[in-house]
């Protein structure tokens, strides 16, 4: 049997999705993160004036090839790649062609390449898309994305500088485990808890006041944690934000409704055949199967995590500014995700990445100087990944980084006042007790920023310690009563 050759996601979804095909009976096995090589080896080989993310991904495919083919493995009988495509306006739907083009130029023309059409959820070549190999992968995607978003809202407050990634990686071996022997949902949720538990020893302070930072754009350029987008996410902790990602469960999610409301479209024009009512039911069953598998596993981390919007939500926000049914690449979410992220709150700033060469991130930021007009107190930039001036995109970021800040701080001493606190009685109330160094310790609806829904959560707590400070009877002991 041959191996199956993926990859692209971030690492913990290439980790549990290569457990997930494995508990299905396959070898598996995801390629690395791609780095400059790949894309220069894309550049080499791909057609000319296509996107940054093919000349990313194929180069990188390539690239391991070569290195596998040098260590005397034959590759083209050993591997069958698979990937994902979908016809479409935008290149996604030439990727196939492009990576069977440069393997052939690299000279591995017989290695096979399979595709999952994400639009038709169907396979192509050799694989054979049951409902247990979805079932499998949907419960390996919706993992990833808590772990990941676990990470990232922890990251940013950790004391011990490194302790969430250490925690971060033996929890993903933990699930990767656990998907690939069992599978089962229970002892994921079982798998969960000790999740929670070992991130519980990370100790943290959420009394910074970082701004939240919501990096959307392009579907591949905003997840991908590799040159592919300079380390954005990594880059932006670094200097002093708590950063927002997207789930690739939203992606899926925006994939259902949107075939969904195709049918309601063709529907409208030759009314409801038995088969497009089946193609109804199936994909709202779906849809519907697919959120409560996700809220059920989240619910397990105490929702520390983050959940993604609701479509149709995101579909009316954008709507006037852009035709949901336009698809290809994110279509309306670009969009959709700013207006949200300012109507509602939901981050401080928000940084649009859109891949060199691509056609749909191009044709949302038109339409975002509208956006920005009619919503001017957003934060927002949109910035162009080629691979090259990093140093260039990074200022830019860090232009508007700098006003996120000082927002973050103004909500910070606001939130201070009127919870009757100062900064440096938080910060002791942190110091003292363990309980508010707990990455789940109780955190406010009210609020955007963590440092604030922090000190109103616990506004109690912070006080009581300071009354018994206050009356000089404090001891270790009489606080940990
Ligand atoms: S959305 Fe843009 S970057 Fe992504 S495949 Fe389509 S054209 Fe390329």
């Avoid at 390996?140 to 922890?154: N, T």
């Avoid at 798998?191 to 959307?216: A, W």
């Avoid at 006037?320 to 992220?341: F, W």
Wanted: proline share 3%; hydrophobic share 35%.
């Amino acid at each position: 049997m041959r191996t199956i050759l993926f990859g692209s996601l971030t690492p913990i979804h290439d980790r549990l999705i290569e457990a997930a095909v494995e508990h299905l009976g396959y070898d598996a096995q995801h390629l690395p993160q791609p780095d400059i090589e790949a894309l220069k080896t894309g550049r080499e080989l791909c057609n000319k004036g296509m996107c940054n993310p093919v000349y990313f991904t194929v180069g990188n495919l390539i690239n391991f090839l070569k290195k596998e083919a040098e260590n005397g493995i034959k590759v083209e009988d050993k591997y069958i790649f698979v990937t994902i495509g979908a016809c479409g306006p935008c290149r996604f739907g030439m990727y196939e062609m492009e990576y069977k083009n440069a393997l052939k130029l690299a000279g591995f023309e017989n290695l096979k390449v399979s595709l999952l059409n994400q639009t038709t959820f169907s396979a192509e070549g050799e694989i054979t898309l049951t409902w247990n190999f979805i079932y499998s992968l949907m419960k390996a995607v919706i993992i990833a994305d808590i772990l990941r978003d676990l990470g990232y809202k922890i990251r940013p407050y950790e004391i011990n500088k490194g302790e969430t990634d250490r925690k971060l990686s033996e929890a993903t071996e933990l699930m990767f485990r656990i998907i690939r022997n069992s599978g089962k949902a229970k002892d994921i949720i079982t798998g969960l808890r000790e999740v929670k538990k070992l991130f519980s020893t990370i100790e943290i302070d959420y009394s910074i006041p970082k701004p939240i930072v919501n990096v959307i754009g392009e579907f591949w350029v905003q997840t991908t944690e590799s040159d592919g987008n300079y380390h954005i996410h990594r880059w932006l902790e670094e200097e002093g934000a708590e950063v927002k990602v997207e789930p690739i469960s939203g992606w899926i999610d925006y994939q259902l409704y949107t075939e969904r409301e195709k049918i309601f479209i063709e529907a409208k024009a030759k009314g409801f055949s038995l088969k497009l009512l089946k193609k109804l039911a199936f994909l709202t069953g779906l849809q519907e199967f697919y959120r409560h598998l996700f809220e059920t596993f989240r619910h397990i981390v105490k929702e520390r995590a983050g959940t993604f919007v609701s479509q149709k939500l995101l579909w009316n926000l954008a709507k006037e500014y852009y035709d949901p049914l336009v698809t290809g690449g994110e279509g309306h979410l670009e969009v959709a995700k700013h207006i949200y992220n300012v109507k509602f709150q939901k981050a401080h700033m928000t940084l649009s990445l859109k891949p060199f060469g691509c056609m749909p991130s191009t044709q949302s930021d038109g339409v975002q100087t509208k956006v920005i007009s009619d919503y001017p107190e957003t934060i927002f930039v949109s910035v162009e990944t080629s691979g090259d001036s990093e140093v260039n995109v990074k200022s830019r970021i860090q232009m508007k980084l700098y006003e996120a800040k000082e927002l973050a701080v103004e909500e910070f001493e606001k939130a201070l006042k009127e919870t009757n606190l100062t900064k440096n009685e938080v910060k002791e109330a942190v110091k003292t007790n363990q309980n508010l160094r707990n990455p789940f310790v109780k955190l406010s609806k009210t609020g955007l920023l963590t440092a604030e829904r922090f000190i109103r959560g616990n506004r109690k707590e912070i006080k009581a310690f300071l009354k018994v400070k206050q009356e000089k009877k404090w001891t270790p002991s009489t606080l940990k009563k």
